[in-house]
């Protein structure tokens, strides 16, 4: 996978690929609602591993049923390959 | 431990008791930093299982070497001594 910084068009493209994610100022972000706050956080630790996995590091925003999910990469100044495969994978968690 | 709105005045004086909390607009909230990600979510964990023995919730924002909480008594509309003390438990973790 390129460590490339993505233009706006590659972008756009990579998103249709996806669902419900959203593209605000190089950043892609989701809202995942949970019954409770322990799902929450159960969902949390397994994106956590995930991100560690793939040492590629989501911004993470959750409490009582909900968790927000936001990916950038940072030593790029914008979005790449990496921010969109973590995206997969927590979609298919 | 009383469930009621506290004013104004209260919160300045139980805050002085806190140490580096700030409150904004009813929610108190404090960031805290750590060497990297796993050690973010470590210390979110240990607040997760706080909040679920107090049955009171945080909002919690984390990433790679910091972890922000922020906590309000929603049914108050407002801070209560529910909020101070699980900053207090937050503190001593």
Redesign the interface.
Known sequence: MERRKLSADEVSERLEGLNGWIAESDVIMKRFEFPN??AS?DF??KV?AL??AADH????????GYAEFAMTTHDRGGLTDFDFELARKIDRL
Chains 1, 2 share one sequence.
């Not at 590091?57 to 009582?64: M, V």
């Open positions: 706050f322990a956080l949390v630790n956590g991100a560690e590091h989501p911004d993470i925003k959750f409490g009582w």
